[in-house]
């Protein structure tokens, strides 16, 4: 009998220390759902705005675009209700009123810390998902081609002809 309580102990033990871990993982699943799902929001917003060359004015909008640009409109999955912070192309006037704005992007209205950093943002309310950004489809951080105009080529030191000497010892 104090065998058996020695062990049902001990497991209660290691469930505790197992308790962490779990809800760690849990919430890593949810950072990558939330990642997916706003992603997949600001990329049918970027279509619908190729489609039909204005931006939604709610997110409804995008289900009625035939044929499909998006599964269906996901919930945020870090906050209780569901709901997006939405993103405008122009902010509300002095009433507040955001009926009829377009729709650029979407953010999490949860305030909690995140563990996994998303466009250097550690804040879930921070990250935001947008159609006007990453328009490449580069990864945060990575940047794009040269603008015409931009800055110009070192061209070296004088007497190589410019730009680095060739590899390989022998020129």
Do not use: C, H
Request: proline share 9%; no cysteine.
């Amino acid at each position: 009998m104090a065998m058996l309580l020695a062990l049902i102990a001990i497991m209660g033990i290691l469930l505790m220390k197992g308790i962490p871990a779990i809800y760690t993982e849990v919430q890593r699943e949810r950072e990558a759902e939330l990642i997916f799902r706003g992603e997949s929001i600001a990329k049918a917003i970027r279509i619908f705005a190729a489609k039909s060359g204005r931006y939604p004015n709610s997110l409804s909008e995008l289900a009625t675009v035939r044929p499909r640009i998006i599964r269906k409109i996901y919930k945020d999955p870090m906050t209780e209700t569901g709901e997006w912070d939405l993103i405008y192309a122009v902010q509300p006037g002095a009433t507040g009123d955001t009926r009829s704005l377009p729709i650029v992007g979407v953010k999490s209205k949860s305030q909690k810390d995140s563990f996994k950093v998303y466009n250097n943002k550690t804040i879930y309310s921070d990250w935001a998902f947008t159609a006007t950004s990453n328009l490449l489809g580069l990864p945060a951080g990575v940047p794009g081609p040269s603008v015409p105009g931009g800055p110009e080529k070192d061209p070296g030191p004088p007497g190589n002809g410019g730009g680095s000497p060739p590899k390989g010892g022998k020129g």
